[in-house]
Antibody, heavy 120, light 107 residues
């Protein structure tokens, strides 16, 4: 069965950095596009970043562009999100999600999420 | 960016009620719309894709309709397990966006 397991969240000071990981299993990871989606406490869902199956196509939300970097290692079945210059407004649960397919970019499987708290 | 607006924000209903949630897009998105259910402390779960296609394993009491800019999610007979928050998401263009959510509460 498809499993996505995020890790790497925690408490970080404003301006700091954090690297999130998402370990994928139960499907051929290298065949799928992936995304990160976040949810601030008590708020709705916000798409953050997207990466194609090969890593050649990447998109970011304007709110994180220039600060966050998405990447993947298909040999390790893993997705990453490097977060730099963190701000209080980046505080959220971060989910990794599988994109169903190219041109059908809805999210068919989600991880359980990892909490990032940015506070001094 | 395409803005997605859901209504209502909160809905109070009883078990057995027919429930309808509306999602409006700021521009046409054809049928490129998905619906998700989220329970407290859990990840969202895909219910509907391409506006009206039911995801495998999702009960048939859930249905979706619409195209262009106006969409609806209907629960034909609300069950205790359905009390949750529902989100729509457009995937017509990158910079994928979600509605703000509709919380379905027990009346």
């Amino acid at each position: 069965q498809v499993q996505l397991v995020e890790s790497g969240g925690g408490l970080v000071k404003p301006g700091g950095s954090l690297r999130l990981s998402c370990a994928a299993s139960g499907f051929t990871f290298s065949d799928y596009y992936m995304s990160w989606i976040r949810q601030a406490p008590g708020k709705g869902l916000e798409w953050v970043s997207y990466i194609s199956s090969s890593g050649s196509t990447i998109y970011y939300a304007d709110s994180v562009k220039g600060r966050f970097t998405i990447s993947r290692d298909n040999a390790k079945n893993s997705l990453y999100l490097q977060m730099n210059s963190l701000r209080a407004e980046d505080t959220a649960v971060y989910y990794c999600a599988r994109v169903y397919s190219y041109a059908n970019e809805y999210f068919d499987y989600w991880g359980q999420g990892t909490l990032v708290t940015v506070s001094s | 960016d395409i803005q997605m607006t859901q209504s209502p924000s909160t809905l109070s209903a009883s078990v057995g009620d027919r429930v309808t949630i509306t999602c409006r897009a700021s521009q046409s998105i054809s049928s490129w719309l998905a619906w998700y259910q989220q329970k407290p402390g859990k990840a969202p779960k895909l219910l509907i894709y391409k506006a009206s296609s039911l995801e495998s394993g999702v009960p048939s009491r859930f249905s979706g309709s619409g195209s262009g800019t106006e969409f609806t999610l209907t629960i034909s007979s609300l069950q205790p397990d359905d009390f949750a928050t529902y989100y729509c998401q457009q995937y017509n263009s990158y910079l994928w966006t979600f509605g703000q959510g509709t919380k379905v509460e027990i009346k």
